[in-house]
């Protein structure tokens, strides 16, 4: 990925860790993180391709709290004290309202939900004692409007919105800002858990243009790249941002504008 000069060195002698680093948004923030010096843990439950620079990669069920808990021990011992915590990772599936099972909604709402709570909180104490922190959580624009057919998705991007909220208000005074941003349709699409009707994820994109582009809907006329959003967690996880704290930055190329 091609940086920015002005973006370099923004992250210079800090921390990360990055959850869902393995694809899409978090793929690119680890990239951009990387670039403006940061030393990055990268997480995913799934095996990740090496980087371009060198960083360290994990894999972890972050809907086992007890896993979730062990790992922030084992990336301190190996990388450092966490300085900036990006809580990137998600699922998301489609089901008929009427059909929706509980252990389906448990598992949403766990990934999407618990996971970037506990982590949260595992990081916090640290962060607090040390007197810095920066922790980023990645919602959605589905988190702010109803759709039918993703109601786990969205209420636990709903919840992890108020989170973020709650998260900075109780950690006020304390040199750790939290914040989220909310992106709307990205040209990286998402892995869905299960069948959503379109044989592969280019018809699921060409579905999207459909609907939102050609009805215009979306002042932007396009669904936006993973290095897009990734550009405003690296802001928000800066030093350059001394003030932003409790925000959800949509960035929906004006999605949410024409509702």
Aim: proline residues 3%.
């Amino acid at each position: 990925m091609n940086e920015s000069p002005r973006t370099s060195g923004l992250l210079a002698g800090r921390t990360a860790l990055v959850t869902g680093a393995a694809q899409g948004i978090g793929r690119a923030v680890v990239e951009r993180f990387l670039t403006a010096g940061a030393r990055v843990a990268a997480v995913d439950i799934k095996a990740i391709e090496p980087f371009s620079a060198a960083t360290s990669n994990w894999r972890c069920d972050l809907s086992d709290i007890g896993a979730l808990r062990r790992l922030v021990e084992d990336v301190r011992e190996a990388v450092g004290p966490i300085d900036i915590l990006v809580n990137n990772v998600a699922i998301i599936r489609e089901d008929a309202l009427l059909e929706l099972t509980y252990e389906a909604y448990r598992k949403v709402v766990a990934v999407n939900l618990d996971s970037p709570i506990f982590l949260t909180l595992a990081v916090a104490p640290e962060m607090v004692r040390r007197g810095y922190g920066r922790i980023v959580n990645v919602s959605s624009v589905l988190g702010t409007y109803g759709s039918e057919r993703t109601l786990s998705y969205g209420v636990a991007k709903a919840g992890l919105n108020n989170a973020t909220k709650s998260l900075a208000v109780g950690l006020s005074g304390s040199g750790v800002l939290v914040n989220a941003v909310a992106p709307g349709f990205l040209s990286v699409p998402m892995k869905f858990e299960n069948d959503t009707g379109a044989e592969t994820v280019e018809e699921e994109l060409e579905q999207f243009e459909r609907t939102y582009v050609e009805s215009g809907r979306l002042p932007a006329r396009r669904a936006a790249r993973a290095d897009e959003v990734a550009a405003q967690i690296a802001w928000l996880g800066s030093d350059e941002n001394s003030y932003v704290t409790g925000h959800v930055l949509v960035v929906d190329g004006g999605l949410t504008a024409t509702f």
